[in-house]
């Protein structure tokens, strides 16, 4: 079965600008979630959608933001784009949690 | 959240078992233990997980102690390809049971 897609895998933006990252998850699958990677503060959860309803949301500014579709797909945002939000950002998508995560090989943000 | 404490690293040799443990003295009583596996440039890998019970699966097994204070991920037969950064995580019941709060984990290396 296809796994957990994102797209782009790799994405250079300027500070102050705002980018879009897409997720598509396996098919069955209705709870999403985002993860933020950097070499200093590791894997951080930035939210979780289920059913087009963000469930849990983790210690990131209001900049972060995402939205989830009726098909599961999901999108994150970032607006106003630091030099600080450079990191590899995973998708994740599940059953229903207590099951295991299946992530994706997430999308590479440099912001220069 | 609960707190896991792991080995910053271990080593091994190809095929022989490997046992890699997690503590967690303040895991609640509907915390399941979760493992995971990052292999490089990849996302995590789910690997196992459970909650009072010994797990088995085609890829480890998880032994948890009766008191549920700490837990071991067993491979049975380590090779090249299970070099990776391993992470021990509690999820618990209600609405943290889909955020994994990923800790610096075990680095696992692999000697031929």
């Known amino acids: 079965k296809a796994g957990v897609t994102q797209t782009p895998r790799y994405l250079i933006k300027t500070r102050g600008q705002q980018v879009t990252l897409s997720c598509s998850p396996i098919?069955?699958?209705?709870?999403v979630s985002w993860y933020q990677q950097t070499p200093g503060q590791g894997l951080q959860f930035l939210f979780e959608?289920?059913?087009?309803?963000?469930?849990n949301k983790g210690n990131f500014p209001g900049r972060f933001s995402g939205r989830q579709f009726s098909n599961s797909r999901s999108e994150m945002n970032v607006s106003t784009l630091e030099l600080g939000d450079s990191a590899l950002y995973l998708c994740?998508?599940?059953?229903?949690?207590?099951?295991?995560?299946?992530f994706g090989s997430g999308t590479r943000l440099t912001v220069v | 959240d609960a707190k896991t404490t792991q080995p910053n690293s271990m080593e091994s040799n190809e095929e022989e078992p490997v046992h890699l443990p997690c503590n967690h003295s303040?895991?609640?009583?509907?915390?399941?233990i979760h493992w995971y596996r990052q292999l490089p440039s990849q996302g995590p890998e789910y690997v196992i997980h459970?909650?009072?019970s010994n797990v088995n699966n085609r890829m480890a097994s998880l032994a948890i102690a009766e008191d549920r204070k700490s837990s071991t991920l067993i491979l049975h037969r380590a090779t090249l390809r299970d070099a990776a950064v391993y992470y021990c995580i509690l999820a618990g019941s209600g609405g943290s049971n889909y955020k994994l709060t990923f800790g610096k984990g075990t680095l696992l290396t692999v000697n031929p």
């Open positions: 459970g909650l009072t």
């Open positions: 098919s069955g699958h209705r709870s």
């Open positions: 959608y289920f059913s087009e309803t963000q469930r």
């Open positions: 303040t895991i609640s009583g509907t915390d399941y």
């Open positions: 994740a998508s599940g059953v229903r949690g207590l099951d295991g995560y299946t």
